[in-house]
């Protein structure tokens, strides 16, 4: 191929060409390629901080240079020297053209966007000449490489060309592929959440394309949060840009999608709960989306939005209960479709069934999330209009979606005592719990499982028909699921169903359960199963008469249990509640034989009480003191040979604690001894 030449280059210009930018140029062409990748490294670090340098290298032909394919043109340009090819500023680019090419080593293709990318951090003019040279198109085209340094740099350049004033934003949606492959990238690693943070933050200033985009990346992520709360456009944080549309008079799709964002990025942590563009601007913002003006479809969105935002923060729900008559207000959400709809409008009719799903499933979620801690408004929600038959009927709902609302609602109402024992038994709500709880997905039983914890305790009304409904082998058989949260709240549940109960009941629980399975829970590699299933053999092992019953038929297996986990590696809240089973089964009137005839667990019980946790020197003493209470038959013989163990020698020091509580609990030991 011919080489074609232009006039030379203005002197104005060659004055600021040196020597050493054009050796940085030709090293690009050397036909070995560790050569090229030095070179380019060279000239990596040549540029850095240096605008000077990098206008040099975009004179030369490192940037807008020779639109290179095959070797015959590559020698045509070395044989002309250090002149203009035809179409220099518009033809191809040489580092793009390394970049690209599939023959590249990924460490040279990784260097060039490098590189790409600190020129594009020079002048306004080396924006222009990138874009000249179709950088976009070939920096997203390597965002498709397995390398995630590669993705990295490239997305680094794209970062830096769009937050240039000259760069058409446009240019980001060429390719109707492009979001949703930023949108993977995302999870890729810190450094791809931060560059495309800050691409769709500069390119998409005041899209609705962009915001969805922001709600999306935010949600749940606090690292894409962090980012975003920080982003400045036009000198303005872009926290301040959304709550300017949350104003009434921006579309009601964007004042919803900016709250979303702003929902996300406070759940996320990056905006605190008590900020004034929540609890001014967002949720006010959500409460008026769910009025009767708005469309069926924004009263779900900005229900659910609301309920997300509150979910965890006890003043946000406070204040939202009382925006606006929100309680009530959600009350309409049930009233789908209406009589009305049928008669004059068939298109409405269908419109509202359609929706009538969601605006209940929406209404309980809220419901839920404001019920969630404060009693008055537990209150409140349970004395509106027919709430506790609307929450029976959605426990059958077809609809799963609306099922697990509804029994999250009445799990977050379930933990009002003063409910529990009225609104609750009126409407007997246990029965579609108890009907829930037979069939339905995990993640439905996992809620109403908890909610059943709260029915069966202690003061509850539904404690007694719960059983008599055969809730015993329902619980059992949940301890042995494999999913984490159904075993907690099985165990749970029978813990509650323990305290106080007959004898019968705990008999029951213990021949429901199986040795061999309070055996697997004790093992379980889950704190949480431990300590309930700790605290279930605390209940079960209360009153003397069911103590001895019970140790009477599994005291072995229990003694033996006890000694595993106060040899193992366990918690200090797990160990005290073990020495809490001991202090039980020391009460007892026979079983505490159990204790004085296995000289191994005196001699746990003995370390422990010099123990360097008061609570383990306290839970260990209770055991002491109820071994030696001299009313009882045979306090004599136990109080000598807990002497002889050195048991008074430790009381006398424990009762010179600087802890009142060890020490009063000592010197009340000690009296025994004197009596």
Request: aromatic share 4%; hydrophobic share 40%.
């Amino acid at each position: 191929m011919a080489c074609v030449l232009e006039a030379p280059l203005r002197m104005s210009v060659l004055s600021e060409v040196t020597a050493s930018s054009r050796h940085y140029v030709d090293r690009l062409f050397d036909l070995d390629p560790q050569k090229v990748l030095q070179g380019v490294i060279d000239m990596k670090n040549a540029v850095i901080g240096n605008n000077k340098q990098k206008a040099n290298l975009i004179v030369l032909g490192a940037v807008p240079s020779l639109k290179v394919s095959t070797r015959k043109e590559f020698s045509c340009w070395r044989s002309s020297g250090i002149v203009k090819w035809k179409g220099l500023m518009n033809g191809g680019n040489w580092l793009l053209y390394l970049l690209q090419q599939e023959t590249s080593s990924t460490e040279l293709r990784t260097e060039c966007a490098v590189v790409l990318g600190s020129l594009a951090m020079g002048t306004e003019n080396n924006v222009k000449s990138l874009l000249d040279c179709h950088i976009i198109p070939a920096l997203l085209q390597g965002l498709l490489s397995p390398d995630l340094k590669f993705i990295e740099a490239c997305l680094r350049c794209l970062r830096t060309i769009f937050i240039s004033p000259v760069t058409p934003e446009d240019l980001l949606y060429t390719d109707a592929t492009v979001i949703s492959h930023l949108m993977a990238l995302l999870s890729r690693s810190r450094y791809t959440q931060e560059y495309i943070c800050q691409i769709f933050s500069h390119c998409c200033k005041v899209r609705m394309q962009a915001l969805k985009c922001f709600s999306v990346l935010a949600f749940e992520n606090p690292q894409v949060s962090m980012t975003l709360v920080n982003v400045s456009v036009d000198g303005e944080l872009l926290p301040q840009i959304f709550v300017k549309m949350l104003q009434r008079d921006k579309p009601i799709e964007m004042q919803l999608t900016s709250a979303k964002c702003l929902t996300s990025m406070c759940r996320a942590g990056a905006i605190r709960t008590d900020d004034s563009c929540i609890v001014l601007k967002t949720l006010p913002c959500l409460v008026r989306m769910c009025s009767k003006e708005r469309l069926l479809e924004e009263r779900v969105e900005g229900a659910e939005t609301l309920a997300y935002l509150i979910e965890t923060d006890v003043e946000l729900q406070r204040i939202a209960s009382i925006t606006d008559h929100l309680i009530v207000m959600l009350a309409d959400y049930f009233k789908y479709p209406s009589s009305v709809s049928a008669i004059t409008d068939i298109k409405r009719l269908d419109h509202d069934l359609k929706h009538a799903h969601e605006l209940r499933q929406a209404a309980f979620k809220l419901y839920a999330s404001l019920g969630a801690n404060d009693e008055d408004i537990r209150k409140k929600i349970i004395e509106t209009e027919n709430m506790m038959d609307r929450i029976v009927n959605g426990l059958s709902e077809s609809s799963i979606k609306v099922r697990l609302a509804a029994v999250r609602c009445l799990h977050s109402l379930s933990r009002s005592v003063q409910q529990l024992r009225t609104s609750f038994q009126d409407h007997a709500v246990w029965k579609p719990l108890m009907k829930v709880l037979q069939n339905a997905p995990n993640e439905i039983l996992v809620v109403a499982s908890s909610t059943l914890c709260n029915l069966l305790l202690e003061f509850s009304p539904s404690k007694e028909p719960i059983l008599e409904s055969g809730a015993i082998e329902l619980l059992c058989s949940l301890t042995q699921s494999e999913n984490l949260a159904l075993r907690v709240n099985g165990i749970w549940a029978l813990m509650n169903m323990a305290f106080q109960a007959e004898q019968k009941i705990k008999s029951d629980i213990l021949r429901g359960l199986s040795t061999e399975q309070l055996f697997q829970l004790l093992s379980d590699s889950d704190v949480n199963v431990l300590m309930k299933t700790l605290g279930l053999l605390r209940n079960l092992l209360s009153t003397r008469p069911h103590i001895d019953h019970i140790m009477s038929t599994h005291g072995k297996q229990i003694m033996q249990a006890v000694t595993l986990i106060l040899e193992g590696e366990h918690n200090i809240e797990v160990k005290e509640q073990t020495l809490c089973i001991l202090a039980n089964i020391a009460d007892g009137t026979t079983a505490k034989e159990l204790i004085m005839t296995n000289d191994d667990i005196l001699q746990k019980i003995k370390y422990y009480m010099s123990h360097s946790n008061a609570k383990l020197q306290l839970a260990a003493m209770f055991c002491i003191s109820n071994l030696i209470w001299n009313e009882e038959e045979g306090s004599q013989e136990r109080q000598d040979k807990l002497r002889d163990m050195g048991i008074v020698d430790i009381l006398h020091k424990l009762s010179q604690s600087s802890d009142p509580n060890l020490c009063d609990k000592a010197k009340t030991a000690l009296q025994q001894y004197l009596a």
